[in-house]
Each structure stands twice: as C-alpha cells, then as structure tokens.
C-alpha cells in the first residue's frame, strides 16, 4: 500500500500549475474588479446595480454551464479544457480594455461564465482531487484556496502598482479619464498574464497516473451519473453549503468600497485593504487544510460560518466607523478567516463523503447549479442597498445582516454534513 501511494504521489509542480490556473482564470471577471472597485465603477459609467447585472448574466450562463460542464469534465482530460478556458478569458480582457459600453459588457460576462464555468470549473475540481488522493484532499483544496488567493494577491499588489504608476499626482486631483487610462493598463497587463498561464497549463499539467474518464457510450450528459449523484445525502446539504458560503465571498467584493465610503479611505489605500486580505489566504488555506486531514473537513467549515456569523452581525451593527480603525481590521480580518476557511474545504469533502472519483465532475456541476447562484443575485441584492444609500453606512449594514442570514443557514447545513459524514465513516 504504501509504495503504491509512493508510486501514485503526484508531483509539487502540478499543483501550482492548478493554483496559477484555478485563479488566473477569475483576476478579469472577479478579482480586478474587487479591489479597484469604485475605479472600476467609474471606468465604465455605471452603478453597482448595473454591476451586479453583469454578475447575473455571468451566474446565469455558468447555471446551464455548471449542468453540462460537469460530465464534460468527466469525458475530456483536465489540461485541454483549462488551458483553452484559459485563453479565450484572456481574450474577453484583452476586450474589456477597450472600454466597451453597458450592453457589450453584458455579453462579455455571459461570455466569461461559458470560459470559466463551462470549460474550466469542474476540470480543475477534478484535477485537484486526483492530485490530493485518498487521504490528502485537505490539503490539496487547502493549496488550492490558499494559493490561489496568493496568486489573486500578487496580481492585485503589481494591478495596484501598475495603476500607481500610471498616476503621476495626488490620487485625489486626478480625473477620470486619467483613472480610466490607468485602468486600462492593468486590465492589459493582467489579459497577457492570463496567456501566458494558459500555455505552461497545456503544456506542463500531467499526472503520474492516468485521470480517470468516463466510458459512457452514450453522449457524455447521462442520466444514470446524474441518478447516482442525487442519491448522496451530503451533495444535497454541499448545495446549501457553497450556497450559503459563496454568498459570503461575494461580500468579500465590498471590503474596499466599505473601506472608502465608511472608514474615509482615499482609493489607492481602499484597494490596497482589499489586496492584504488575499493574502490572508494561503496561510488560511494551508493550516485549515492541514487541520482538516488530522480532523474532518466538515467540522472546521462549521467553524467557518460561526465566525462569518459573528463578525457580520459586527458590521450590521452599525459601531464600525472612521473612529474605530482597529475594530475595522479586526472584524474583517475574522470575517475573512471564515469565509476562506469555508472556501477552502467544501469540495474537499467529496472524498469524505465517499462520492466516487470518476463522477465527481458531474457532482461538482450538479452542486454547483444551486451553490454558485449568488453569481446571479448577490450583486444585485447588497448593490441596490449600496445604491440606495450611497456614500453612507446604512446601506453596508443592511447588506452585512443579509449576510448574517446566509451564514447562520449555512452553519446549520455544513454542522448537518458533519454528522452525516461522521456516520458513513464510522
């Protein structure tokens, strides 16, 4: 057993392709858009409604594209669909560049949620649990996570660079057309990036054994793979679970525009808050992982939506403000310690549940159709209440006590997964 374990190790290399990759994918729809907000709102024109339209179209497209995805990902090896999701994400930056208007920017997104959605999410699930197998899978999704969001840190610490140096004076007596122009080169900077990850994916992401791939004879979306996933009690309670700690991710979004509109941030320094965030990532993700091997998956995403629960009852609180900058740090600090710590480790329970490796793809579509859908409503849904009370503090509270909602129902299903799992162990 054990040399065949020893046989089977896949090499380090490998997951850090998967880590360049599984973020590199999401800097141009999510990530630049993250910390440079309110530039980024600027840039185009528009609101935070009108934003969050644009994630609807993109949730909407990844809904259909999660269903078929998923067995797609089950027929072809991982690195083809990656490398070419990859490439054609890029191309959608290279466009978004240009500026283009509202309506284009909508197609742009629907076109992002077919690339990385469609092509790339439940290949790279897939790719990661081959990589961690029978008895590694925290610490793979732990790397995974973690990594990425050091990756996602990177990027936004060169993005902020970048757009630094392209402003020759004080941020504040800039003009838009200046912002805008400065923009224009991270955007740029990141679309070439994203090229060059999609090559060394195509060419470099191999295992030692050989991934496994669906047989099927019939055309690859099967009813019989999506009958066998329904009958898991844990893939029904993961859908609440990713549903609940997604929405808390996508919360992650309004980190600098809080830090500009409340705290009195200029806009450099509200994206760097959203920048030192990521990097609170790997460290997250590599000791949740670990703790997560040594205990159960299922009980420290528990852990997770307690202190999301927690801290954003802090902030609908209302007794944040520019006077109380330590509280601030703090409060997000463990919010964004429960929101990764959830991220990390939902779809590393696929293997604690003894969901059989050869159709995970289409567990993970088939999860995901619900779990993802804050693509869908979560910006539409805190930007209405950022709009309606724009500039002011109420608006981020009521978003934070939607969010508190969110978490308690998600405490309550990963805790319901924890003694389910715990059964089929034992």
């Known amino acids: 057993m054990a040399l065949q374990e020893k046989k089977n190790k896949q090499p380090i290399y490998v997951i850090i392709l998967l880590i360049l990759a599984a973020e590199a994918v999401f800097i141009l729809p999510f990530v630049l858009q993250r910390i440079f907000k309110t530039t980024f709102l600027e840039s185009f024109s528009i609101t935070n409604v009108q934003l969050g339209s644009c994630f609807s179209i993109y949730g909407t497209v990844a809904l259909f594209s999660y269903l078929f995805g998923g067995p797609l990902a089950d027929k072809f090896r991982p690195h083809v669909l990656m490398s070419v999701a990859l490439f054609l994400t890029a191309v959608g930056g290279l466009y978004l560049a240009t500026y283009p208007t509202l309506f284009n920017l909508h197609v742009l997104y629907g076109f992002w949620g077919f690339t990385t959605i469609f092509l790339f999410w439940a290949a790279m699930i897939k ?39 392209f402003i020759t004076k004080d941020i504040e007596l800039t003009s838009i057309e200046e912002r805008r122009d400065a923009f224009k080169h ?4 990141t679309s070439f990036a994203v090229m060059v990850i999609a090559a060394l994916v195509f060419f470099f992401l191999r295992f030692k054994i050989e991934e496994p791939v669906h047989k099927h004879k019939d055309k690859f979306l099967t009813l019989d793979n999506f009958k066998t996933v329904m009958k898991y009690k844990s893939v029904w309670l993961l859908m609440i679970i990713i549903l609940c700690a997604y929405y808390g991710y996508k919360m992650t979004d309004i980190f600098s525009q809080y830090a500009e509109e409340v705290m009195l941030y200029n806009k450099i320094e509200a994206a760097k808050i959203g920048t030192y965030l990521l990097y609170m990532r790997p460290v997250i993700g590599v000791v949740i992982g670990l703790l997560a091997d040594r205990t159960r998956a299922s009980l420290w995403i528990v852990i997770g939506f307690i202190l999301m629960a927690f801290t954003s009852l802090i902030f609908a609180s209302g007794i944040i403000s520019d006077n109380s900058v330590v509280l601030f740090i703090l409060s997000i600090g463990t919010m964004a310690l429960g929101v990764y710590s959830a991220r990390v480790l939902y779809f590393a329970t696929l293997e604690e549940a003894k969901i059989p490796l050869a159709i995970t793809g289409t567990a993970v579509g088939f999860i995901s159709i619900v779990g993802y859908t804050p693509d869908i409503f979560a910006g539409l849904l805190y930007g209405y209440f950022l709009d309606a009370y724009k500039g002011l503090e109420t608006g981020h509270q009521i978003a934070f006590g939607i969010m508190a909602g969110f978490a308690i129902l998600g405490c309550i299903a990963s805790f319901m997964l924890y003694k389910h799992t715990k059964k089929i162990v034992t």
């Open 127 to 165: 790719a990661t649990r081959i990589w961690g197998g029978s008895n590694k899978q925290g610490i793979a999704f732990g790397f995974l996570d973690g990594g990425r969001g050091l990756v996602a840190a990177i990027f936004g610490s060169v993005g902020v660079l970048i757009f630094s140096l």
């Open 186 to 189: 991270v955007i740029t900077y």
